[in-house]
């Protein structure tokens, strides 16, 4: 059915919050041409764009403007004065804390869904949008190897995804009654799972740290011994939380002896594989990744691994029934549609929610499966070959081996003490802020700050990471040399 046209002829005043239609297009194009430039030019910028807050007093301090800008002009300030004072994680030589390699037909993609502007709450309003995420939502659920009945929803990234997938566990194991409950996770569990427990409100004494072992990983033999004492002074374990690929060192916990924990103490089993998880895409990912099928919750952060654009995370449930059955809320307004739709606003925390999905499923669509199983054993492949290369190198010792594509390492030089080390390896840091060639960030394990990279991005090339290598070892030699205070 078509509908003769309203509204009479147009008016283009900026009050209608609307541009011309040849100066929409002329600022669209604009926009394609600096992300196409970005595209090609990227490898040949500086990786870092940093500035102190002193630097950008201009920016800090702008008034808000009351008239209209030329949008070409504020484009081109957007360029010169804000972009260019931000890193470029998608850089094939920014392999500092987790990169974000993105994509550009994603980053259209987002266009698009704000264009549109597609809110994936209720089935009524975006059939189609609903129906493509729950096929990619399944779609990530059967790479992880979880049954028919896996699924679940896009949220904004990792924290949110851990915090859904939590908050089920919570439901489910709990009914939301937390009195004696106990949660088990490791020294190496990110960040974000201490303060989903925090905000679901578990004391930091319901969450039981347990050691890992010399490779970083959970030791189930740890995690044996403090089930069984809890439940003998009367506490209520109710869920353990593994990790398929820690930040700080891609190590996975020992996934078939979690499980089986689990599944003999009744215990919700939640993996957060945000980094890690979208591994199972290649076959020798899916082999590092056993047992990560057998989770009842697991946290995948598409905007990692997966090369989305920010924000793009996910939680998968093996029974996607449970999302609707701790999330769903009565909205008097609406209840239109029909009963038996799927309305994903019950599937989570967020009522309105943009169409994430749809960057996805582009990009999957146009590049095809192949491509990114081959980006993501590309990346597991420049990890082994960073460690190749740190084994022979003269300036550096190994710390922890590639895993999943992340490996650590020190700078070393004969005659320094541990604490001066660790000085010099965070001045590298530093230095490397400064110099802009490359990035690479560094961490602590064991109580000693290590240098670590992360090479996920399918852009990154064996001579990108034997040259960051090289400048590394300029920039910690220059930096004894010159008897740097900071070292
Ligand atoms: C293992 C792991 N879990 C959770 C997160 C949090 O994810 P996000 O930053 O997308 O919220 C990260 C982020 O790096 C991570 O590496």
């Not at 504020?74 to 994680?89: D, I, K, P, T």
């Not at 199972?280 to 946290?299: P, R, V, W």
């Not at 700078?411 to 400064?434: H, K, P, Q, T």
Request: some cysteine; hydrophobic content about 40%.
């Amino acid at each position: 059915m078509t509908y003769e046209k309203t509204g009479g002829s147009r008016d283009w005043s900026p009050e209608r919050l609307e541009l011309p239609p040849e100066s929409l297009r002329a600022f669209g194009y604009r926009i394609v041409d600096m992300l196409v430039d970005h595209q090609e030019g990227l490898a040949n910028k500086p990786v870092t764009g940093h500035a102190s807050r002193s630097a950008l007093t201009e920016l800090l301090d702008q008034s808000l403007p009351d008239g209209p800008s030329d949008p070409l002009a504020v484009l081109e300030e957007l360029e010169q004065g804000v972009l260019r004072h931000s890193m470029h994680v998608n850089h094939p030589r920014f392999f500092a804390f987790i990169p974000g390699p993105g994509n550009m037909v994603s980053a259209l993609g987002d266009a698009l869904a704000s264009g549109f502007n597609v809110i994936v709450s209720l089935w009524l309003e975006a059939a189609g949008p609903t129906a493509i995420e729950e096929t990619i939502t399944q779609w990530l659920a059967s790479v992880c190897g979880l049954p028919k009945t896996g699924g679940g929803i896009l949220v904004s990234g990792g924290s949110v995804a851990n915090l859904t997938g939590l908050a089920v566990a919570r439901h489910v194991m709990l009914d939301d009654k937390l009195d004696d409950a106990v949660v088990y996770c490791s020294d190496q569990s990110h960040a974000s799972l201490q303060k989903a427990l925090r905000l679901l409100g578990f004391r930091s004494e319901q969450v039981r740290v347990i050691p890992t072992d010399t490779d970083y990983r959970l030791q189930p033999k740890q995690l044996e011994g403090a089930l069984i004492k809890d439940r003998e002074l009367g506490r209520r374990p109710f869920c353990v939380i593994a990790s398929a690929g820690t930040t700080n060192t891609g190590a996975v916990d020992p996934l078939p002896e979690i499980a089986g924990l689990c599944a003999a103490y009744n215990l919700w089993f939640h993996v957060d594989g945000a980094y890690g998880a979208a591994a199972a895409l290649s076959s020798q990912g899916k082999t590092e990744l056993l047992g990560l099928n057998q989770a009842n919750s697991i946290a995948v952060d598409p905007h990692k691994w997966l090369f989305q654009p920010f924000e793009c995370g996910c939680i998968l449930l093996r029974d996607r029934a449970l999302l609707p059955r701790t999330f769903a809320a009565q909205h008097d307004y609406m209840q239109d549609g029909a009963p038996a739709d799927v309305n994903l606003c019950d599937y989570g925390i967020q009522l309105t929610r943009g169409f994430r999905a749809l960057k996805l499923w582009l990009s999957l669509k146009i590049f095809g499966l192949g491509a990114f199983r081959a980006a993501i054993d590309h990346g597991l492949a420049m990890g082994k070959f960073t460690e190749t290369l740190l084994r022979a190198h003269d300036s550096f010792e190994l710390v922890t081996p590639a895993n999943l594509g992340i490996v650590s390492f020190r700078y070393r030089a004969v005659g320094l003490s541990a604490e001066a080390l660790d000085r010099v390896n965070l001045a590298i840091v530093e230095a490397c802020i400064e110099d802009g060639f490359a990035f690479v960030s560094s961490t602590r394990l064991r109580n000693r700050d290590v240098l670590r990279i992360c090479t996920i991005n399918p852009r990154t090339s064996e001579a990108d990471i034997r040259s960051t290598l090289d400048r590394l070892a300029i920039l910690g030699d220059q930096l004894l040399a010159s008897k740097d205070q900071r070292v």
